[in-house]
């Protein structure tokens, strides 16, 4: 079954101050789906220490405008406040995720950024966004929550061994639909992945490049290989 | 009124390959606010290519414990598999974002993520998101939205003139409880944020200083100062 990654470009967006309370989020959604929209985000931002307590939420929600999204949430009990924002996907884009050893992600990062800075500059929105982990259960933790983060469109993994659970990890991610570059290292991990790439710098360059429609680099001709 | 972080580490969480429609997700929401959960993350993280089409929502839930978030969602019509994850909070940790110039987001990322694995390497869990963006009206939403990031602790501006509707845009960040770290640079905006630092590396640095909780670096008392 392809999986394909969301497209939330379209919806529009508001945060919320809204009171804390089991029915509170519920009530909002269930406004918008009777209003005929369709939530994609409901995400708690931060908590505000009033009393009773409130949480500040965002909502992107598609099939209604932004101001039919107002007027369907205006007047509700528990929203205490309202204000229009963009949808995340509009603002920060498709997203390279880097995990790994500090050192490497360091340089990946340093060249998916440049990369992405040269996209960006013609219309592509893409973050490159990093965590620097150790050990084999973190950084498996790690590859399977790619798969629970929006946006997320490609991997690369940054270290010098990987294997083991990682490896099953990165098979699981695959099967979902989210391409995996590697740098070259120790370890099983550069058989379960789509490209093995031995400098970080270009690691990362490629991984924007495969992931931006302003690029002309087809990570589907180039798996399996190792540069 | 003061906004503290929204601490989602407690939640329990699941990803759901969901039936499309208006109703669907506020069927999944009404169901676990009925069980006493109270939902602090639905995202949509991928549309599966099924008849009928369906999505992948990613969902997290304070006040039930897996097994019960799992209970009551099982069976509901909609739902076509539900998968047991971890709160992306558990995984990603703390949010330090860095906005700007592909040059200087480069570097500060360097120094972020260097700092970071050191942190991490004890008990932390700090991730060094970034997004390389020219011009005035790109940047300055990007700073806005940076409020509706979850996990987002501390924004770091990296380039060599800010300012306009930037210093706006920053000041509306700070007023929600996100501190910013800027380079020293041309513009106004550096007299719109928490600290200015003229080297990019030892920027990302403190901002992991900043939010971590094994460091022992108070950006309230570097108020206003210029490194």
Request: charged share 25%; glycine share 8%; aromatic share 2%.
């Amino acid at each position: 079954m392809a999986r394909t990654p969301a497209t939330p470009s379209t919806a529009a967006a508001v945060r919320l101050d809204l009171l804390e309370g089991p029915e509170s989020v519920a009530a909002v959604v269930t406004r918008l789906a009777e209003r005929g929209g369709r939530v994609r985000t409901v995400a708690t931002v931060r908590s505000l220490e009033t009393d009773p307590p409130q949480a500040e939420i965002e909502v992107e929600v598609e099939g209604l405008t932004e101001d039919e999204l107002v007027d369907a949430l205006d007047g509700m009990p528990d929203i205490q406040a309202i204000r229009r924002t963009r949808a995340l996907g509009t603002i920060f884009g498709k997203r390279v995720i880097v995990v790994g050893g500090g050192a490497q992600v360091a340089q990946v990062a340093l060249g998916a950024v440049s990369e992405a800075d040269r996209h960006n500059l013609r219309g592509e929105r893409i973050s490159v966004d990093t965590i620097p982990l150790v050990g084999e259960a973190n950084i498996a933790a790690a590859v399977r929550a790619v798969a629970d983060l929006p946006r997320a469109r490609l991997l690369v993994l940054a270290g010098s061994i990987m294997g083991g659970d990682i490896s099953a990890a990165a098979d699981e991610l695959r099967s979902v639909g989210v391409p995996i570059i590697a740098l070259n290292m120790v370890g099983s991990i550069t058989e379960h992945v789509d490209l093995v790439v031995s400098d970080p710098v270009q690691a990362g360059t490629m991984a924007v490049m495969a992931i931006a429609d302003t690029a002309s680099f087809d990570l589907v001709r180039q798996r399996g290989r190792k540069y």
